[in-house]
Nanobody
Framework: QVQLVESGGGLVQAGGSLRLSCAAS????????MAWYRQAPGKQRELVAT???????NYADSVKGRFTVSRDNAKNTVYLQMNSLKPEDTATYYC???????????????WGKGTLVTVSS
């Protein structure tokens, strides 16, 4: 009923920047909080950043000062601007949306399939 599609991943050198996007589509009434997670090979998925519907962001300590989360409610899209990238940022990045469905008003958490970010040293 709802699809989340991430884009913007790729290969970048340490110190470089990337901007990830995640667009939600489908039977959406509204989206509450949105978030970015990441999972490195052999590691557990970890929270990177969250953003409220009103635009208030929170960050993992490991990315504070380097990453900025934002959203466009009209487009049901969340962004992650990643600057000063480090090799340890290498991971698959997933977006998450706390969604209220249009017809049923059910509240369901959806995940995207992820986009790979590789930071070379």
């Amino acid at each position: 009923q709802v699809q989340l599609v991430e884009s913007g991943g790729g290969l970048v050198q340490a110190g470089g920047s990337l901007r990830l996007s995640c667009a939600a589509s489908g039977s959406i009434f509204s989206i509450n909080g949105m978030a970015w997670y990441r999972q490195a090979p052999g590691k557990q998925r970890e929270l990177v950043a969250t953003i409220t519907r009103g635009g208030i962001g929170n960050y993992a300590d490991s990315v504070k000062g380097r990453f900025t989360v934002s959203r466009d409610n009209a487009k049901n899209t969340v962004y992650l601007q990643m600057n000063s990238l480090k090799p340890e940022d290498t991971a698959t990045y997933y977006c998450n949306a706390d969604t209220v469905l249009r017809d049923s008003y059910a509240r369901i958490n959806y995940w995207g399939k992820g986009t790979l970010v590789t930071v070379s040293s």
